[in-house]
């Protein structure tokens, strides 16, 4: 088995800069890796299976299941799984293709 690479998170908007600046990130619940900057969120207008789901430009620190087709709130979809690369867990699904 080979070593971890985990990415650092970068701020890619917001106001100010510097020190005092906030660092707006998403991280995985169990492990606490970095996946996402808040302004890298391109809607908020989703709904997962637990809840609510945001559609991100960019991610990082991510492994991809399989495809599989889903009937999701607005139809069907090929999505694949998104997990965390330190712990495996399952963090939300990618678009594939859809229908």
């Avoid at 510097?18 to 619940?29: A, L, T």
């Amino acid at each position: 088995m080979g070593r971890l690479y985990i990415e650092t998170v970068q701020n890619s908007g917001g106001e100010g800069g510097g020190e005092g600046r906030v660092r707006k990130i998403f991280k995985c619940k169990w492990c606490k890796v970095e996946f996402a900057s808040y302004y890298d969120i391109l809607s908020k207008d989703f709904q997962g299976r637990f809840g609510r789901a945001y559609l991100f430009r960019n991610v990082v620190n991510i492994s991809l299941g399989p495809s599989e087709e889903r009937l999701l709130v607005s139809g069907w979809h090929t999505v694949c799984d998104i997990y965390c690369t330190s712990c495996q867990q399952i963090l939300g699904w990618k678009y594939v293709s859809i229908f």
